[in-house]
């Protein structure tokens, strides 16, 4: 079974523009949520989806949006970047369950310069 | 969210168990508790949950406390390749939907 898959790996950006990165999830997995993490604050949680319904949703600025397509796939979108902004973005699936556990992808660095 | 309070960094020698504690007081009733690694440069892994009772699965066991208020995790014979950032976490799936709140994590050094 494949994992979870992001791309791209890294990326540059210049402050100002905006970026999309994108998640594939674990076959048959249909939460999808994503994390920020810097070296200052962590691992911070971003929102989460299922079935293309946004369930939760961290304190981040509205610059930061994201989406589930009916695939489960997920992109998210960071618009007007700023320097603050570079972090490995990770992206996480998991089923539906009473518990359920949640898999990673390797991330995407991205780099706002 | 219940908040976790674990050690900054620990140290172990190779083949030996590594027990590292998590104290989460405000846990209510229905929050389970996590455990959570992650290497350097990859993304975190999950390794084992419980609610009440201990758990073991072939990574590791999970040992709660009666009143529930701190937890251990116990790798039973560390290798290198268990040095690594290990998150303790409590949550609760509300119709499955699922926040994990991580805290600083404790960085487990295996030292050979």
């Known amino acids: 079974k494949a994992g979870v898959t992001q791309t791209p790996r890294y990326l540059i950006k210049t402050r100002g523009q905006q970026v999309t990165l994108s998640c594939s999830p674990i076959?048959?997995?249909?939460?999808v949520s994503w994390y920020q993490q810097t070296p200052g604050q962590g691992l911070q949680f971003l929102f989460e989806?299922?079935?293309?319904?946004?369930?939760n949703k961290g304190n981040f600025p509205g610059r930061f949006s994201g989406r589930q397509f009916s695939n489960s796939r997920s992109e998210m979108n960071v618009s007007t970047l700023e320097l603050g902004d570079s972090a490995l973005y990770l992206c996480?699936?998991?089923?539906?369950?009473?518990?359920?556990?949640?898999?990673f992808g390797q991330g995407t660095r991205l780099t706002v310069v | 969210d219940a908040k976790t309070t674990q050690p900054t960094s620990m140290d172990c020698a190779e083949g030996r168990a590594a027990n590292l504690p998590c104290n989460h007081s405000?846990?209510?009733?229905?929050?389970?508790v996590y455990w959570y690694r992650q290497i350097h440069s990859q993304g975190p892994q999950y390794i084992i949950h419980g609610l009440k009772n201990n758990e073991t699965n072939e990574m590791a066991s999970l040992i709660i406390t009666e009143d529930r208020k701190s937890s251990t995790l116990i790798l039973p014979h560390a290798t290198l390749r268990d040095t690594a950032v290990y998150y303790c976490i409590v949550g609760i799936l509300i119709q499955g939907a699922q926040k994990l709140v991580f805290g600083q994590g404790t960085r487990l050094t295996i030292n050979p």
């Open positions: 996480a699936s998991s089923s539906q369950g009473a518990v359920a556990e949640a898999f």
């Open positions: 405000t846990i209510s009733g229905n929050e389970y």
């Open positions: 989806y299922f079935s293309e319904t946004q369930r």
């Open positions: 076959s048959g997995h249909r939460s």
